[in-house]
């Protein structure tokens, strides 16, 4: 039970969003969630519950810093010396 | 808007992305320059993530991610399970998250007193629970596990002026206090924690500081899409590199420092924590949730007698001692481990509490191939 699952809010009636999960519709309680929450907003929910609102541009800024991630440190990560040796043994070091 | 969002939710998924975070996640582990790391995740959603997108291979070898006590229905104890079975038993209504219905107390699941008779109702959460409580005049026990996630919706619940006959057996749990035990396991392995963006989402990923301070481990915040748990790693192994320990949070799109603030008001207005044992982890400080006294009107445990010694008069089915679920909660063993796994205990026949639900460790192997490790497979054909 422990899933949380992301949704698109299709209807707002009081605190019960009607949400629907890659086409099946669910009633989720919006009690808990500490956001406003509109038609067309993602939410994530767990057991019947919305518990936070996912907007779009923080999808961005997990991709974002994933990017940065790669991105990050790309000349100190690694000395050169030690990249030649493992593309020598293969790529891959054996245990 | 839904177009946007859609998509967003498939790039958590873009192969180069996860090739290129996998690539990155393989030099850390080399430039570590000794192996094996060994991480754990305390998640029962990390875990599938990692089966169902054969995450396991791709990462590289010298990186051992084992997951920990992180399902809810694998850490109820025995006689959390003896008390709703007793519940059920005595006539009671008990109504519970399905997967809760095959996990074996002492001698019974309340599958088994179901089939017995009892009146034993699956619920896909407590919101359903409370309106079988409103349609009948019968009481309704509504036994509750589940992390801080799940507690917070009894909490919700509890707080919405539910129906005088309903009451909850309350199994729930606190995940940052299980941490600490499994830190200080003689003989632990552990060099980091990944920790699970869900529940981070209600806490925040500030409730990890004091421990990260206490055990000089770093601890990282990672959500369930393929790219977030390799990125998740990815940090993880940075951080264990450096040598300084401290939080990093790599889900921005649902947790903050602080957490869901009203969500933790009305989890710790319901609830208070109390030590008590998990199934396979044993006495964990504060790490259960009693209904405060506010709440005792519906607490099932004051408004019942709840006589569980009548289960004591039969001995455990011998499966059952050999059953390894504790240890693998721990951490030091896997499925494979357990001269069970697959053969006397499967997903139609579990016999532990990791076999029975969708989040339990075995129960995800076997779903996904008995062996989700396909490094030795990589390793042959390259």
């Given at each position: 039970?422990?899933?949380?699952?992301?949704?698109r809010?299709?209807?707002i009636?009081?605190l019960?969003?009607?949400?629907?999960?890659?086409?099946?519709q669910?009633?989720?309680?919006l009690d808990?969630?500490?956001?406003?929450?509109?038609?067309g907003d993602?939410?994530?929910?767990?057991?019947g519950?919305?518990?936070?609102?996912?907007?779009?541009?923080?999808?961005?800024?997990?991709l974002a810093?994933y990017?940065?991630?790669?991105?990050?440190?790309?000349?100190?990560?690694?000395?050169?010396?030690?990249?030649?040796?493992l593309e020598?043994?293969?790529?891959?070091?054996?245990r | 808007?839904?177009e946007?969002?859609?998509d967003?939710?498939?790039?958590?998924?873009?192969p180069?992305r996860a090739?290129?975070?996998?690539a990155?996640?393989?030099e850390?582990?080399?430039?570590?320059g000794?192996d094996?790391?060994?991480v754990?995740?305390?998640?029962?959603s990390?875990?599938?993530a990692?089966?169902?997108?054969?995450?396991?291979a791709a990462?590289?070898?010298?990186?051992?991610v084992?997951?920990?006590p992180?399902c809810?229905?694998?850490?109820?104890d025995?006689p959390e399970?003896?008390e709703a079975v007793?519940l059920?038993?005595?006539?009671?209504?008990v109504?519970?998250?399905?997967?809760m219905l095959?996990?074996r107390g002492?001698?019974q699941?309340l599958g088994?007193?179901?089939?017995?008779g009892?009146?034993v109702?699956?619920?896909?959460g407590?919101?359903?629970?409370?309106?079988?409580a409103?349609?009948?005049r019968?009481?309704v026990?509504?036994f509750?596990?589940?992390?801080?996630?799940?507690?917070?919706?009894?909490a919700?619940a509890?707080?919405?002026?539910p129906p005088?006959n309903f009451s909850?057996?309350s199994?729930?749990k606190y995940?940052?206090?299980v941490?600490e035990?499994?830190?200080?396991?003689p003989?632990?392995?552990?060099e980091?924690f990944l920790a699970?963006g869900h529940?981070?989402?209600?806490?925040?990923?500030?409730?990890?500081?004091?421990?990260?301070?206490?055990h000089?481990?770093?601890?990282v915040?990672a959500g369930?899409?393929p790219?977030?748990v390799l990125?998740?790693?990815l940090?993880?192994?940075?951080a264990?590199?450096?040598?300084v320990?401290?939080?990093?949070?790599?889900?921005?799109?649902?947790?903050?420092?602080?957490?869901?603030?009203?969500?933790q008001?009305?989890?710790?207005r319901?609830?208070r924590?109390?030590?008590?044992r998990?199934?396979?982890?044993?006495h964990?400080?504060?790490g259960?949730?009693r209904?405060?006294d506010?709440?005792a009107?519906?607490?099932?445990?004051?408004?019942?007698d709840i006589?569980?010694s009548?289960l004591w008069d039969?001995?455990?089915p011998?499966?059952v001692?050999?059953c390894?679920?504790?240890?693998?909660?721990a951490?030091i063993?896997?499925?494979?481990d357990?001269?069970?796994f697959?053969?006397?205990?499967t997903?139609?026949?579990p016999?532990?509490?990791c076999?029975?639900?969708s989040?339990?460790t075995c129960?995800?192997?076997?779903t996904?191939?008995?062996?989700p490790?396909?490094?030795?497979i990589?390793?042959?054909?390259?």
């Open positions: 039970m422990c899933l949380g699952v992301p949704g809010v299709v209807s009636d009081g019960v969003a009607r949400v629907d999960f890659w086409g099946v669910k009633d989720i309680r808990v969630v500490d956001q406003s929450v509109s038609p993602y939410v994530l929910n767990h057991v519950y919305a518990i936070r609102r996912i907007p779009a541009e923080e999808a961005e800024q997990t810093l990017d940065e991630l790669l991105r990050a440190e790309d000349q100190d990560l690694m000395s050169a010396d030690v990249k030649s040796e020598a043994a293969g790529g891959r070091r054996g | 808007m839904q946007v969002a859609v967003a939710e498939l790039t958590f998924r873009d180069a090739r290129a975070l996998s990155r996640l393989e850390e582990v080399h430039a570590l000794r094996p790391v060994t754990m995740h305390v998640c029962g990390h875990e599938q990692i089966a169902r997108f054969g995450l396991r990462f590289p070898e010298g990186l051992d084992i997951m920990g992180g809810p229905v694998c850490v109820t025995v399970v003896d007793a059920a038993r005595s006539g009671i209504r109504s519970t998250y399905g997967d095959r996990v002492t001698v699941s088994d007193a179901r089939a017995d009892a009146k109702d699956v619920v896909y407590v919101s359903q629970a409370v309106a079988l409103r349609e009948i019968e009481p026990v509504f509750a596990s589940g992390f801080e996630t799940t507690a917070v919706a009894t919700a509890l707080l919405d002026d005088a909850v057996l199994a729930h995940i940052p206090p941490m035990i499994v830190a200080e396991m003989g632990a392995k552990v980091g699970a529940a981070a989402t209600i806490t925040g990923y500030g409730v990890f500081e004091p421990f990260v301070e206490r000089r481990m770093p601890v915040v369930f899409e790219l977030d990125a998740g790693l940090e993880l192994v940075r264990i590199r450096s040598g320990p401290k939080v990093v949070n790599t889900y921005p799109r649902c947790v903050t420092r602080e957490g869901n603030r009203r969500a008001e009305l989890l710790w319901v609830f924590p109390i030590g008590g998990w199934r396979g982890i044993a964990v400080p504060n259960n949730l209904l405060r506010d709440f009107d519906f607490d099932a445990r004051r408004r019942f006589d569980v009548s039969y001995a455990p011998k499966l001692q050999k390894q679920c504790g240890d693998i909660m951490g063993a896997s499925p494979t357990c001269e069970l697959g053969k006397e205990c997903s139609d026949a016999v532990g509490a076999m029975v639900s989040e339990g129960k995800i192997w076997l996904y191939g008995g062996h490790d396909l490094r030795n990589r390793r042959r054909a390259s």
